[in-house]
């Protein structure tokens, strides 16, 4: 075997992927000499599968995706995949007109009024571009090569629930258009995009719009929340036979450690967000505090997600330069163990260094030099990778295609942005250095920098997702303009480092540079029109690709054709034999799951994906989308209140209405989507460390309850921040009397009872002992809020209201937010009792476990909360 | 029934130490003394529903730690946010 196997693309056409090993296809990305992977063309009729499988595979998925309903109802992750990498660079283009807007408002320095943006049009540009590009860019743009990628080079038929990745998709485009709508209800949120309280309060940022603003991004955390748990279990539960998680390739190991970083992160950035929203609509008092209760505890609950952020956005990033550098370069990364091992310390220290952004608030010294020493101390694992990655193009033979300039582009730009970020690490730098360009400059090397080596994916990819060819000269062009105008555009900044942040007021002898930043922002901007010429017309008269135009691919992906099937594998993937080989389904996994037909409402169970698509003509589902349309009016109505009232007017009612249908709309549409039968792949099939043995199910249920967690966590810390704040022993509890709150806690601990004696009657087929004991739960849930509601109307009375003070804010909020939780828990519930009525889960009682699993969390709070509010 | 039997015992100490939570409130302890039993014994009824009627006792450990990691985040965030501030 040498570098100069000659078979390059369609010259080996017709002679691969037989049912043994492809050739060069080892787990891990392989050796480093490893065999030219295989051409063959791209239609699928040469893929020798056995059986029923081939028609799946080759009649699937062309003639229905040329359809509208195809796009909206689908739920295979290539797909999706696909729509979430259009979407994202809808927004891409939407963050980019703001940042040309900036750079115009930034060409000389400039008075309020002079220029095309007026001073709140600025303040909302910036905002706004900065909340576009972080979340509906950039770890969307990442994430639709992920849903595209990942299942295939862990040989994955799909995710684990594919109508929930579908709702992530969408819940993703309708929190985007969300954020839209918000520019044209009286102006966008405007207070930046780390939304600072008090600035973020109806005080300061009084537009409806900037309610708007806020509550896409609730409806976007949710998104990605659902996205995290079904990424997870799919990729704990679906590898392959013998793909272990050493084995598992580069890129899905960063997608791995990204998720796993916003499954946490994320959800203290819902409770800080629900917070917020609450402060805004409701009118509670959290953030007007002039206490460090008030502004540092934004602060702290923003940056604790802020920081996980940075890297959740750059790993996909690093993920991709890693792969394509082995690709490009025909060797397998230097030091791959320790690359990951490194990617792994990085995602935990990622968690406790976000206090380096607080460096020039009221903290303590201590705490501040601690987390000087966790920041510096996150550089070195980035050390260690960016030395493996320079070792490994020192190690190969660099092959100059476009995917590799923009990786290695990408790799540069971040040794820059990385080396000027530990400049801000240490305390003293950073009394000078905050709030000033320095800053700007640093993050958008680093996220920018990212952005390129997406970009690099997105050339890497494109023949595996259209099955064409893109311009390769037309590609470096691009590389060539994007890369001086990404330096012109961000460099300038470093030199003109004191131009304060967020203002377009600056010392004149800057202004050369800014004109420059300028002319660098069009000039980048304007490199992406000869990438959209680029891909829009390669991806109709491309040449055409087999399973791989690269010669030293050696992933998953590229051993099937260019487009992959629906299917994705002309069989069961293996590495049990340490290469890639297709094992017969028949003999595999047939009939293995035929008893669980029944579904659910986390994307149900299922029997083979494959033999049942002669069964189903269709495999998608309305379902996610309707609940995103609701759930977009939903918001849409939400945004109309304004600290407990509706705004005046004609308007008011149209929220009221937009609302109350957006309400209904999630409720059918999620009662729907239970009834609907649909199958889902089920994992276990082969590597599923640490879940053996554990069902996809109850897997996705723990993760997601773990993101709950913190959820809780932060509202509960939320309120123990705020009384240290306040002295913790000056503070009352806010209900006098302790017996209300007890007599709750019987009546859901009981609750918690009777769902136990639910799963035990459904495991002896006992019907009559289902119903009975869910509709037991059921009356203890309402007792419990009857219960709850008497005791508030007691304290409505005697004038103790929500918006009272801190005190009475923590207190209805928290326990409201656990309320919340039961009625959900309730729907589900009754939902449970109506199918257990017609005699259903006495054979499959997994339902009713998961909702179990479930009731007792909201049960375990309610233990944490009655001592926190009603006794200490 | 021997399941049975068990949760219902689960159920009768939870109940109990619920009621004990409250009665520690009345019994006229010092605060942080009063704090301390009170908090112990919500996490020891947390820590029966988790490991009998989640029955975490029985699955693989991997499901205990999952939460743990989220246990360890909120803390983490409560814990240093407020000593930030002290």
């Known amino acids: ?872 | 029934m021997t399941h049975t039997k068990l949760y219902t015992a689960i159920f009768a100490v939870l109940f109990v130490s619920a009621t004990l939570q409250v009665l520690v409130e009345f019994a006229g302890l010092a605060y942080w003394t009063a704090f301390g039993i009170i908090v112990a014994l919500s996490a020891f009824k947390a820590v029966l529903v988790a490991a009998y009627f989640q029955h975490l006792r029985f699955e693989p450990r991997s499901l205990t730690y999952v939460v743990f990691i989220g246990l360890a985040a909120a803390l983490a965030l409560t814990l240093a946010a407020s000593y930030s501030i002290l």
């Not at chain 1, 492809?22 to 480093?32: K, L, S």
């Not at chain 1, 709140?120 to 639709?144: D, E, I, K, R």
């Not at chain 1, 952020?309 to 163990?337: C, D, H, N, S």
């Not at chain 1, 109709?540 to 998953?556: I, L, Q």
Request: hydrophobic share 50%; no cysteine.
């Open chain 1, 1 to 872: 075997m040498t570098d100069e196997d000659p078979t390059g693309p369609e010259a080996s056409a017709g002679e691969t992927t037989r049912d043994g090993p492809v050739n060069g296809n080892e787990a891990d990305g392989g050796t480093t000499d490893g065999e030219a992977p295989d051409g063959g063309t791209v239609t699928g009729e040469e893929i020798p599968v056995e059986g029923a499988v081939s028609d799946a595979l080759t009649a699937s998925t062309h003639p229905a995706r040329s359809t509208v309903r195809h796009w909206l109802t689908t739920t295979n992750h290539k797909d999706v995949g696909i729509l979430y990498i259009v979407t994202s660079l809808f927004f891409l283009l939407l963050g980019g007109v703001l940042a040309w807007l900036m750079r115009i408002q930034l060409w000389e320095p400039r008075a309020v009024g002079e220029g095309i943006l007026g001073a709140m049009a600025y303040n909302q540009a910036v905002s706004a571009h900065g909340l576009v590009m972080v979340f509906w860019f950039l770890s969307p743009f990442a994430f639709g090569f992920a849903n595209y990628v990942v299942p295939l080079q862990m040989g994955a038929d799909d995710l684990a629930f594919p109508r929930l990745n579908a709702l992530s998709f969408w819940l993703y485009l309708s929190s985007g258009l969300l954020f839209v709508a918000s520019f044209f209800q009286g102006g966008t949120f405007a207070g930046g995009w780390t939304m600072y309280a008090p600035l973020n309060l109806p005080t300061f940022t009084p537009d409806v719009g900037a309610n708007t603003a806020i509550l896409a991004l609730v409806l976007f955390v949710v998104s990605v929340t659902v996205s995290s748990v079904n990424f997870l279990t799919t990729m704990h539960r679906m590898r392959a036979e013998g793909l272990t998680l050493r084995r598992l390739p580069i890129f899905s190991w960063s997608i791995l450690l990204t998720v796993w970083m916003m499954l946490f992160a994320f959800a203290a950035l819902l409770a800080a967000l629900l917070i917020l929203s609450s402060d805004r609509i409701l009118g509670t008092a959290y953030f007007v505090q002039e206490t460090a209760g008030g502004t540092l505890l934004w602060t702290h609950l923003f940056w604790f997600f802020g920081h996980p952020e940075v890297y959740i956005v750059f790993f996909p990033a690093l993920g991709i330069m890693a792969e394509v550098f082995q690709t490009f370069t025909g060797r397998r990364i230097v030091g791959r163990k320790w690359f990951i091992a490194a990617m792994v310390l990085v995602a935990l220290q990622s968690f406790v260094v976000w206090m380096h952004h607080m460096f020039l608030t009221g903290i303590n010294l201590e705490i501040k030099t601690l987390f000087m020493v966790t920041t510096i101390g996150i550089s070195l694992p980035f050390d260690l990778m960016v030395f493996a990655l320079i070792y490994t193009l020192v190690k190969g033979r660099v092959r100059f295609t476009t995917p590799f300039l923009f990786a290695f582009g990408g790799l540069v730009l971040f040794i820059l942005g990385g080396i000027t970020g530990v400049f801000l690490g240490a305390i003293v730098l950073d009394y000078e250095f905050r709030g000033t360009y320095w800053v700007v400059a640093h993050f958008h090397y680093v996220m920018v920098g990212g952005v390129t080596a997406l970009v690099g994916g997105l050339y890497y990819w494109f023949p595996k997702i259209t099955g064409r060819m893109y311009d390769e000269f037309l590609g470096k062009v691009h590389f060539a303009v994007y890369f001086v105008g990404f330096n012109l555009l961000y460099f300038p900044m470093f030199v003109a480092w004191e131009t304060p942040r967020r203002v377009f007021q600056y010392d004149a002898w800057m202004a050369p540079w800014h004109k420059l930043a300028t002319v660098g922002a069009f000039i980048l901007g304007l490199s992406f029109v000869i990438m959209f010429y680029n891909l829009t017309k390669s991806a109709f008269d491309g040449e055409r690709v087999g399973n791989t135009p690269w010669e030293f691919s050696r992933t998953a992906e590229w051993a099937v054709p260019s487009p992959p099937p629906t299917g994705n594998f002309p069989g069961v993937p293996s590495y049990s034999d340490g290469h890639l080989s297709f094992r017969s389904r028949e003999a595999t996994d047939g009939g293995t799951s035929a008893e669980s037909r029944s579904t659910q409402a986390d994307g149900g169970v299922a029997v083979d994906a494959y033999t049942d698509e002669h069964d189903h003509a269709e495999h998608g589902s309305v379902w996610p989308l309707a609940v995103s349309v609701g759930a977009f009016l939903l918001f849409l109505g939400l945004s109309g209140i304004r600290e407990g009232s509706l705004v005046e007017g004609l308007a008011g009612a149209f929220y009221l209405s937009a609302a109350v249908v957006g309400g209904l709309l999630v409720l059918g549409s999620l009662v729907s989507w239970a009834i609907e039968p649909f199958d889902a792949p089920e994992g276990g099939f082969g590597e599923a460390w640490p879940f053996d043995g554990v069902e996809n199910g109850k897997v996705g249920m723990w993760i997601f309850l773990a993101s709950d967690v913190v959820l809780f966590g932060g509202f509960i810390g939320a309120y123990v921040f705020t009384r240290v704040a306040a002295g913790w022993v000056g503070w009352q509890p806010v209900p006098e009397d302790p017996v209300p709150g007890l007599v709750n806690t019987y009546l859901l601990l009981a609750s918690s009872f009777t769902v136990v004696l639910a799963l035990v009657a459904a495991q002896k087929e006992h019907r009559g002992g289902v119903v009975a004991s869910l509709t037991a739960t059921i009356v203890l849930g309402i007792g419990f809020l009857g219960n709850k509601a008497q005791e508030w109307q007691h304290l409505f009375h005697t004038g103790v209201e929500p918006t009272a003070t801190i005190q009475t804010s923590t207190f209805f909020l928290t326990t409201g937010l656990h309320a919340a939780h039961v009625i959900a828990g309730l729907i589900g519930a009754l939902y449970l009792l109506g199918r257990s009525l017609g005699g259903a889960y006495l054979t499959d009682h997994r339902p009713v476990e998961y909702f179990g699993l479930y009731w007792h969390f909201v049960d375990i709070v309610w233990l944490f909360l009655f001592p926190l509010f009603y006794i200490l």
